[in-house]
């Protein structure tokens, strides 16, 4: 037995509303966001050290290529999905891919996370726990009442490590953020999850069991390119499209909760990646080859162009190739629309 | 001696307020701001009709084979200044071109007049002034205190042709721009001139002699190719760079202004261009290609580009090549700063 934590990263993801610059082929997680790696580069960084086994990608067929560009020199293993089915047919995946006994730390592809060092740590204090037979997600603290995160309450502590969750909330309307934010003993959820595989076989086989069936099935019968299995897909189109959460954890009995304070984003609109980059005095982030006069918390993003901006406040102006999107910061979520109209 | 007037069509600006679309090789009076055709183009036309002369151009070197282009099968003839020495200097060159009796109609290259109908008739309402010897402006009725224009004061009315002028006011601060407004009696000055060849001449004689003797050198000594006259560069150069307003206009006894109500606008701003131009129901005028979602009172050049507007109010958003300006409407004199800042 593997004493290493065994990295899950997952790359399904589309990020529409990061359109125009995440779109088709160029998914969110492999655009440099916020620096000069891309998100899904930061991630395989972050799990790159001592501790951890060799990093399991779980992707698509369209995201081979640029994943294994981008990769490197970092060894990984591929499992490709012939088609996206949500994270909890993801996940199955993986466990049927490993050892009962490992231990599997899942991550997103196109979060950030600051301060790697914390990071770290926080996965280490979940290890006791996940060792122990809990399903362990780690809760980022609410520092505004945001509705675009689902919610997780604290139930009982866990000695010092963490909490049993006591509930899952859905996205909340903006009233009951604010209460829940104002109560405390709340925490955004994360999307990153650390338990035994088979802890995580047991739970799927009573709570979501086709899903696994359907996982193990593609599994069995994936085909080996090199490093990459590309699954069975005809067995691996019959898994429900669920979310882990709705499948397994809000469902499980043995769910714990690790506080985590490490500088996370899930760069979930242009918004978040405004406030995840570094800005100047003026609170503006803009590329390389702006002008920006008498302008204040801007975000710019001109690609190969030159973007002028005079007297604009907390706008995003992203241009990728022909396409330019222009609007209010706080309109970010519906960068959608316009990914929903031309794409 | 001829019944017809001679247009003068002077094509020196450069009109730095209208960047990025406007710079360099390109100047405003070259470009489709407002529909198919650009404003030179659309200036040839309102004086190609009977009882107009041959359009004399007065252009820099730069600007002669895209005027060339634009006339199409137009006839006209070009006088070609080796640079740009403000108004009184070019309007000197055109003096010394034509024949003392003639009727010059001197008239800015980058103006829009909705109204052609009207603006033929106020011509012909300013002629029996300019044939008496007066030097003819024409302004246009105020609807909003601007202090981007000069505002001239009407004096005592000659006939019901026009006013003489009791005084030129300049750029006014916003305080005196709301006074004329509300007082009455002011109009702005539109940059376009009536008057006999031999009127200018003599009040030129009086007022400016260093521009005129050096125009008249210029000319004199210009060398010719084809249509196109291009003046002798050492003589044109020691004329000193003033306006007509300043060299002539406000010291001459004998200037009338003509009220017009044409559908005029300078476009000397994008504020200017969005306010003539078609705007659907909404207040946005958007080039083709443009997407806009709850978004009201924009301008939209997008060039070849795909501009997406979410949620934006009296914005412009302007491209043109590599260069995106996104400014406030009401910011819109401060494209020079871009300008200034790039070129």
């Not at 996965?123 to 809990?134: H, M, T």
Request: aromatic share 6%; charged share 20%; with cysteine.
């Amino acid at each position: 037995m593997s004493d290493l934590i065994q990295p899950v990263i997952l790359c399904g993801g589309a990020g529409t509303r990061l359109w125009p610059a995440s779109r088709g082929m160029r998914a969110k997680q492999f655009l440099p966001l916020t620096g000069a790696q891309s998100l899904f580069s930061q991630t395989l960084t972050r799990v790159a050290g001592a501790g951890y086994a060799e990093p399991l990608i779980i992707c698509g067929p369209g995201h081979v290529d640029v994943a294994r560009e981008q990769a490197g020199d970092q060894t990984m293993r591929l499992v490709v999905e012939p088609e996206p089915r949500n994270t909890a047919a993801a996940i199955a995946l993986a466990v049927a891919a490993c050892a009962p006994e490992q231990l599997l730390l899942v991550m997103p592809s196109d979060h950030i996370i600051a301060d790697t060092a914390a990071f770290h740590r926080a996965i280490e204090q979940g290890s006791s726990l996940a060792r122990g037979g809990w399903l362990v997600t780690f809760g980022v603290a609410p520092d505004r009442p945001d509705t675009g995160f689902g919610y997780i309450a604290n139930g009982a502590a866990l000695g010092d490590d963490g909490y049993a969750v006591a509930r899952f909330v859905e996205k909340p309307p903006l009233a009951q953020a604010e209460a829940m934010l104002a109560a405390g003993g709340f925490s955004w959820n994360a999307g990153i999850f650390l338990f035994r595989a088979d802890a995580m076989y047991a739970a799927m086989a009573r709570h979501c069991r086709a899903i696994l069936a359907a996982a193990e099935q593609a599994m069995a019968n994936a085909t080996t390119d090199g490093e990459a299995q590309f699954v069975h897909a005809p067995s691996f189109k019959t898994a429900p499209s669920v979310s882990i959460d709705c499948a397994v954890m809000e469902k499980h009995d043995r769910v714990a909760v690790v506080p985590i304070s490490v500088g996370w984003s899930d760069l979930g609109s242009w918004h978040a990646v405004h406030a995840a980059s570094n800005r100047d005095e003026a609170g503006n982030s803009a590329s390389g080859n702006s002008f920006l006069h008498d302008s204040r918390g801007c975000l710019v993003r001109g690609g190969d162009q030159r973007v002028s901006l005079i007297g604009m406040q907390d706008v995003a102006v992203i241009v990728d190739g022909d396409d330019i999107l222009v609007m209010p910061l706080a309109r970010s979520q519906d960068a959608r629309v316009a990914a929903r109209a031309h794409e």
